[in-house]
């Protein structure tokens, strides 16, 4: 299959509902799949929930619920945000299905084959939170530094996974990037793990203590642990493998793109092509947390703010190579500046000239369009770069670029004064609006993978008026 392209997300732990933290991921891959299915590939875009594990079970016991039951009902809700957030999933796998134990048994079973499973003791930490092995190394003042809490002191017989043998290859291939993984900083994080130490892991754990998951094949008195289980989720869609593009958190980089490789060169797997890992934001300052209280439903600011300009805010916060912080206060003041006052309103400007001037039945001719595409350098430097940036999944850059030229245009506007050209009957007049036109024919196209539904709108409507068939009523594309 040539022009395929198979984009994946995390699958996300199925203990709460989702934030706006998840679906900051999930977003990103959804511009991503857009994107390359806009070049006309074969896209598949995988989502899906992590439903084992000792966290999982913990959290239905607390609400008086069967594991299964309580997957059920979160799985769920994240089902109704992806729905209302417009992301174009092709399969929403979840780790509690049939075929999916199916395929992590199968898995399994060839790493154990390969000879690359052995039976050992765990003695260490481990926290439930990230459901992870902790070296003493890793904890601040005594605690896990994502879960603010300590870790459990486990001593068990485990299965474990000889990760050594293959961290040559997998270093190898990170390095010259045929496991490419961006960005470059993330890369080199990797790179130091490796070089500093890394010791093998357990991919099974105790069943006395972790009920909840998928039996180990080789030993009933294992489960198979909740990571290994989860990864596999990749290699659903069969046909599609390997994925061109893992969209990840820096929090889980380590799993994705150091044990995740290993296991698929022990089962004889090709590696994934690339893997993008953003930055985490905090909220106010803070780590997103229910006790904090900081944390913000996606369906909350979609009700204040709508869909599109939900998925906007989101994604042009800070660019993904950082971590960021985000001001809960300043959606407001964003949702202005860019959409109401910015993009809204220079469509609103440059539409409502076109009718009240109605210089030409065709205001876009074909002559007239053909300058504006092809000769226009400030449109193909603005093209050019978003296209750069997007290839290399820098979003807050692409969005910056696409604002950056909404600018211009109104720059354009102040200087060339269309009201004054009319006014004297100038046949630059024609001109100057084929250009503006033009130029917000281009920003629409643009911006379709953000706001795929306003820039539905905006379309339709640039269409009649293309067509002459002027709208009486205004755009109003992002109310004030
Ligand atoms: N279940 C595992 C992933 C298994 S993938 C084979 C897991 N789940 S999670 O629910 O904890 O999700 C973690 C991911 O959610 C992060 O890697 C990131 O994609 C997203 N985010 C969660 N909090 C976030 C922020 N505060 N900021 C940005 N993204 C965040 O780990």
């Given at each position: 299959?040539?022009?395929?392209?198979?984009?994946?997300?995390?699958?996300?732990?199925?203990?709460?509902?989702?934030?706006?933290?998840?679906?900051?991921?999930?977003?990103?891959?959804?511009?991503?799949?857009?994107?390359?299915?806009?070049?006309?590939?074969?896209?598949?875009?995988?989502?899906?929930?992590?439903?084992?594990?000792?966290?999982?079970?913990?959290?239905?016991?607390?609400?008086?619920?069967?594991?299964?039951?309580?997957?059920?009902?979160?799985?769920?809700?994240?089902?109704?945000?992806?729905?209302?957030?417009?992301?174009?999933?092709?399969?929403?796998?979840?780790?509690?299905?049939?075929?999916?134990?199916?395929?992590?048994?199968?898995?399994?079973?060839?790493?154990?084959?390969?000879?690359?499973?052995?039976?050992?003791?765990?003695?260490?930490?481990?926290?439930?939170?990230?459901?992870?092995?902790?070296?003493?190394?890793?904890?601040?003042?005594?605690?896990?530094?994502?879960?603010?809490?300590?870790?459990?002191?486990?001593?068990?017989?485990?299965?474990?996974?000889?990760?050594?043998?293959?961290?040559?290859?997998?270093?190898?291939?990170?390095?010259?990037?045929?496991?490419?993984?961006?960005?470059?900083?993330?890369?080199?994080?990797?790179?130091?793990?490796?070089?500093?130490?890394?010791?093998?892991?357990?991919?099974?754990?105790?069943?006395?203590?972790?009920?909840?998951?998928?039996?180990?094949?080789?030993?009933?008195?294992?489960?198979?642990?909740?990571?290994?289980?989860?990864?596999?989720?990749?290699?659903?869609?069969?046909?599609?493998?390997?994925?061109?593009?893992?969209?990840?958190?820096?929090?889980?980089?380590?799993?994705?793109?150091?044990?995740?490789?290993?296991?698929?060169?022990?089962?004889?797997?090709?590696?994934?092509?690339?893997?993008?890992?953003?930055?985490?934001?905090?909220?106010?300052?803070?780590?997103?947390?229910?006790?904090?209280?900081?944390?913000?439903?996606?369906?909350?600011?979609?009700?204040?703010?709508?869909?599109?300009?939900?998925?906007?805010?989101?994604?042009?916060?800070?660019?993904?190579?950082?971590?960021?912080?985000?001001?809960?206060?300043?959606?407001?003041?964003?949702?202005?500046?860019?959409?109401?006052?910015?993009?809204?309103?220079?469509?609103?400007?440059?539409?409502?000239m076109l009718?009240?001037y109605?210089i030409v039945?065709?205001p876009m001719s074909?002559k007239s369009h053909k300058i504006c595409?092809?000769s226009d350098?400030?449109?193909?430097?603005?093209?050019?770069?978003?296209?750069?940036?997007?290839?290399?999944?820098?979003?807050?850059?692409?969005?910056?670029?696409?604002?950056?030229?909404?600018?211009?245009?109104?720059?354009y506007i102040?200087e060339t004064q269309p009201?004054?050209l009319a006014?004297?009957?100038d046949k630059k007049l024609e001109e100057v609006l084929n250009y503006l036109f033009c130029g917000?024919?281009?920003?629409?196209?643009?911006?379709?993978?953000?706001?795929?539904?306003?820039?539905?709108?905006?379309?339709?409507?640039?269409?009649?008026?293309?067509?002459?068939?002027?709208?009486?009523?205004?755009?109003?594309?992002?109310?004030?």
């Open positions: 299959m040539k022009n395929k392209f198979y984009i994946t997300t995390p699958i996300y732990y199925a203990s709460g509902k989702p934030h706006i933290g998840h679906a900051f991921t999930t977003l990103y891959a959804d511009v991503l799949a857009r994107y390359h299915k806009s070049l006309g590939k074969e896209v598949f875009f995988l989502v899906g929930m992590d439903e084992h594990g000792a966290k999982i079970a913990e959290k239905a016991k607390q609400e008086n619920k069967s594991p299964q039951e309580f997957v059920d009902e979160i799985s769920k809700s994240y089902i109704d945000v992806w729905s209302a957030l417009n992301i174009g999933y092709s399969d929403f796998i979840r780790t509690t299905s049939q075929k999916h134990k199916e395929t992590v048994s199968e898995f399994i079973k060839k790493n154990y084959e390969s000879g690359d499973i052995y039976e050992g003791v765990y003695e260490g930490l481990y926290c439930v939170g990230c459901e992870k092995f902790l070296t003493e190394k890793e904890l601040i003042n005594g605690v896990c530094p994502d879960h603010l809490t300590a870790p459990q002191k486990i001593k068990e017989k485990n299965y474990f996974f000889n990760l050594k043998k293959h961290l040559p290859e997998i270093k190898k291939r990170i390095r010259n990037d045929e496991l490419r993984i961006r960005p470059e900083s993330r890369k080199n994080e990797i790179l130091n793990i490796i070089d500093s130490g890394i010791s093998d892991f357990s991919v099974t754990r105790e069943k006395e203590k972790v009920r909840w998951g998928i039996p180990f094949p080789y030993d009933e008195s294992q489960i198979i642990y909740v990571w290994l289980d989860a990864l596999v989720n990749y290699l659903s869609p069969k046909d599609f493998w390997p994925a061109d593009l893992h969209i990840i958190g820096a929090d889980i980089n380590k799993f994705h793109s150091i044990f995740w490789p290993g296991l698929l060169l022990s089962a004889g797997f090709p590696l994934p092509k690339n893997i993008f890992s953003h930055g985490l934001f905090t909220i106010n300052g803070q780590k997103i947390s229910k006790t904090v209280g900081n944390t913000i439903d996606p369906l909350d600011m979609i009700k204040k703010f709508g869909v599109d300009a939900t998925r906007y805010l989101l994604l042009s916060q800070f660019p993904a190579s950082e971590h960021g912080d985000i001001k809960e206060s300043e959606f407001e003041v964003k949702y202005n500046a860019d959409l109401a006052n910015g993009i809204g309103n220079l469509f609103e400007r440059v539409f409502t009718i009240n109605r039945e065709h074909h595409e092809s350098v400030e449109i193909k430097k603005t093209e050019n770069k978003y296209k750069n940036y997007i290839e290399n999944y820098q979003i807050f850059e692409a969005l910056r670029e696409v604002l950056l030229f909404a600018k211009k245009l109104d720059g102040t009201w004054i006014k004297n009957k917000v024919e281009k920003i629409i196209e643009w911006l379709e993978l953000f706001l795929p539904e306003k820039a539905k709108i905006a379309k339709d409507y640039a269409q009649r008026i293309k067509s002459g068939d002027y709208p009486e009523e205004k755009l109003g594309l992002f109310p004030r």
